[in-house]
T-cell receptor, first 112, second 114 residues
């Protein structure tokens, strides 16, 4: 089955700096790659996603890049703010069903 | 819309007791997922349903776990008998259908088995 690895497990940045989280996947058939944000005491929430026919997608301060050849994708957050502090999860799906395989999560801390 | 609703939000029980977690998906969503989240294993998919039918239960840890979806607006995850290693946060999520990948998560049920 699919295996998703995520790095780093923790990341601390100063407010205004950029943050990058990286994931690799094993199943070359995967074609959908979402990123979820989980705040303390809440369920994960989708923040951005990318499909395999696209190399990059941007939504305001958040961008995701995908390299299908290398089987890795990354989340980029620019101009970080304290409210960006949360746990971020990447995931992958083959697209034949909604089943997602999640990475292990990255705890992002944005300091003032 | 109220989003995915889960109950209870917290459950503390003793080893050997039966535990039932409940989920109400978003109205109109046809796919429902049960996840377990622990520090050691992260987010694990336990089972998912499409149109009330279980599609993949390969993530269910053992026979002590069972899940049902008697109708489109309600699902249960039951653990009988419960064990301390079942302590985790259990999330329910729903999506529009099998081809719609965005999953909407509920707030979770924090289960503690003493």
């Amino acid at each position: 089955g699919e295996n998703v690895e995520q790095h780093p497990s923790t990341l601390s940045v100063q407010e205004g700096d950029s943050a990058v989280i990286k994931c690799t996947y094993s199943d070359s058939a995967s074609n959908y790659f979402p990123w979820y944000k989980q705040e303390l005491g809440k369920g994960p929430q989708l923040i951005i996603d990318i499909r395999s026919n696209v190399g990059e997608k941007k939504d305001q301060r958040i961008a995701v890049t995908l390299n299908k050849t290398a089987k890795h994708f990354s989340l980029h957050i620019t101009e970080t703010q304290p409210e960006d502090s949360a746990v971020y999860f990447c995931a992958a799906s083959t697209g034949t069903a909604s089943k997602l395989t999640f990475g292990t999560g990255t705890r992002l801390q944005v300091t003032l | 819309d109220a989003g995915v609703i889960q109950s209870p939000r917290h459950e503390v029980t003793e080893m050997g007791q039966e535990v039932t977690l409940r989920c109400k998906p978003i109205s109109g969503h046809n796919s429902l997922f049960w996840y377990r989240q622990t520090m050691m294993r992260g987010l694990e998919l336990l089972i998912y349903f499409n149109n009330n039918v279980p599609i993949d239960d390969s993530g269910m840890p053992e026979d002590r776990f069972s899940a049902k979806m008697p109708n489109a607006s309600f699902s249960t995850l039951k653990i009988q008998p419960s064990e301390p290693r079942d302590s985790a946060v259990y999330f329910c999520a729903s999506s529009l259908d099998r081809t719609s990948h965005e999953q909407f998560f509920g707030p979770g049920t924090r289960l503690t088995v003493l």
